[in-house]
């Protein structure tokens, strides 16, 4: 637990010393997180963070018409954040820096073995649960910094928490919502600061599975690790960026197009 909770530290601290900089129009700014701003994304690891604390969500209705809603768990996490939407973004940022101290005082307190649901659905460890937390804050550093024109700490101690749980849905992503058939493969080479290959095969079974190297894959896929990280994100469409392919480019582009793997 000490270390994904080290990293969600670093993470949400650097998101702050980037919100503090910010000017006032910036919070209004969009992000690739769709349907929100900069200081939507600010107020959503506020509610977030708080919900953890225990707090209970406000009661406060949604307004008809947000197309970004999508699902329940979307509805869930949209009334934190509508609830801010006419807070300046200064007192978000006041309210982050709170709900953060606030969280590290209660952290030592929490039992890392202690069952808690995951934003997967699964049951994990707290210790695991604070990885889920680390992605979570990363990818939204991220997006705020995208937003803004400030990147900065893609190298950070929860990139590989990222990475790690990323790296879960690919064979996912390669057997059934990309359809590779049996006997196809796939290698996936990314660069920069998470840099990592794996090489994903679908078995006579129909199922994919991380493979060892492969001699001639179906397809290859290279990108660096930004890129790969808004596409499992769901941030980004792949006619927004750049990827080097090899081999079947039909299946390249089935992969790239069903590369988001987050809720």
């Not at 939507?40 to 970004?68: K, N, Q």
């Not at 649960?129 to 680390?134: L, S």
Request: charged letters at 20%.
């Amino acid at each position: 637990m000490a270390r994904n909770t080290a990293a969600w530290e670093q993470t949400v601290r650097s998101t702050i010393a980037l919100a503090r900089d910010l000017a006032p129009a910036e919070h209004d700014l969009p992000t690739d997180c769709p349907g929100w701003t900069v200081k939507d994304v600010l107020a959503h690891i506020v509610s977030v963070e708080r919900m953890l604390l225990g707090e209970p969500l406000p009661d406060h209705p949604l307004p008809e018409g947000l197309a970004h809603v999508r699902n329940d768990f979307g509805r869930l996490m949209e009334i934190g954040v509508d609830v801010r939407r006419s807070v300046p973004g200064e007192k978000v940022v006041a309210e982050l820096d709170e709900v953060f101290h606030l969280r590290l005082d209660t952290l030592p307190t929490i039992d890392p073995a202690a069952p808690t649901p995951a934003p997967t659905g699964e049951m994990v460890p707290y210790g695991m649960f604070m990885a889920f937390r680390a992605m979570d804050c990363y990818v939204h550093e991220q997006d705020i910094r995208r937003a803004t024109g400030r990147p900065g700490n893609l190298d950070a101690p929860a990139a590989p928490c990222a990475r790690a749980l990323l790296l879960r849905g690919l064979p996912y992503v390669v057997g059934k919502k990309a359809a590779a058939l049996p006997g196809q493969s796939v290698t996936l080479e990314v660069t920069g600061p998470a840099a990592f290959t794996v090489h994903i095969e679908v078995g006579p079974d129909g199922r994919a599975r991380v493979t060892d190297p492969l001699p001639a894959p179906t397809t290859t896929l290279t990108m660096d690790w930004e890129t790969y990280l808004v596409l499992s994100a769901g941030r980004r469409t792949p006619d927004t960026v750049t990827t080097a392919i090899t081999g079947d480019p039909d299946l390249a582009t089935r992969l790239l197009t069903a590369m988001a793997v987050t809720p």
